[in-house]
């Protein structure tokens, strides 16, 4: 776990005025393998607030929880995974499920995509229409 209190965050009031607030956030998160099996499972739990008494284009109170979850499938020569977050107290949910084969040291070929959908106030609301597929390849030397 952490948490952070910074006393002049940058922020912006809704006519478009340049401000400095105090801002706390705090993260909490946990890794483990269900079972002691090749499941890796993450979970991080985040909160944060922006003490401001003026109207802001930032929210000014946010929880999500996020994570990952990874299984390495055929001897570790593919790998299934998934990304999320999901707003607790505003509609803001990103997904982000992957394939990669690893079997060709020492590249990485993937699939995965990248689904948004939110409130409009929300990250995941502005990037609603930016949904995206990708194919890539990773190398690690």
Do not use: C, M
């Amino acid at each position: 776990t952490e948490a952070g209190l910074t006393w002049d965050a940058p922020v912006t009031a809704t006519d478009g005025t340049p401000l400095r607030r105090r801002l706390i956030e705090w993260v909490g998160a946990v890794e483990f393998f269900p079972g002691d099996g090749d499941l890796r499972v993450n979970l991080q739990l985040l909160a944060r607030s922006v003490r401001a008494d003026e109207s802001l284009l930032e929210r000014k109170e946010y929880q999500a929880l996020g994570g990952e979850l990874a299984l390495p499938v055929d001897k570790g020569r593919w790998k299934l995974g998934l990304r999320f977050n999901t707003g607790l107290n505003v509609r803001d949910n990103y997904v982000s499920p992957q394939v990669a084969y690893l079997g060709w040291e020492p590249h990485e070929i993937y699939l995965k995509a990248h689904v948004f959908d939110g409130r409009p106030s929300s990250l995941s609301g502005y990037h609603e229409k930016h949904d995206a597929i990708v194919l890539g390849l990773k190398t690690s030397f």
